[in-house]
């Protein structure tokens, strides 16, 4: 007669709670957003925090941007030579390919930290650095 193994008595796990995401950014999208994104898009959350004074040169995405404003105020200066200023909480949606050039400034005393999703072409990169547009200098 061939005997098994008891088995042994294990106790029974105490449901626990749901894990709590990490917030990382927590903003209000007030424009309209279109994305089709095809197979094989590369989907990267960065974390960007700029000093006062500090910018980031022209540059341009080869995919769509979405980003929130989580300290801070964030101003760019798009390729027309307009100013956006979101502050926190705020949302953009970057622009898409060379005609969509823009850098971004802090103007402000405070560090401004910038929470971005981006989808782009899977070899691309996060940015593309461009010169300013030709009908716009950046004073």
Do not use: K
Request: glycine residues 8%; negative net charge.
């Amino acid at each position: 007669m061939n005997r098994s193994s008891p088995v042994e008595a294990r106790p029974i796990a105490e449901p626990t709670a749901e894990p709590a995401p990490t917030l990382l950014a927590d903003g209000l999208l007030t424009e309209r957003l279109a994305l089709a994104a095809p197979e094989n898009t590369r989907v990267v959350v960065a974390d960007y925090e700029i000093p006062p004074g500090h910018s980031l040169p022209w540059h341009y995405h080869e995919g769509r941007v979405v980003a929130v404003v989580t300290a801070g105020v964030l101003t760019r200066t798009l390729a027309d030579g307009s100013e956006c200023v979101t502050p926190t909480g705020g949302c953009i949606v970057e622009p898409v390919g060379p005609q969509g050039v823009h850098m971004a400034e802090n103007r402000e005393p405070e560090p401004l930290r910038i929470c971005a999703l981006f989808f782009l072409p899977q070899d691309s990169p996060l940015s593309t650095r461009a010169d300013p547009p030709g009908r716009f200098v950046h004073r």
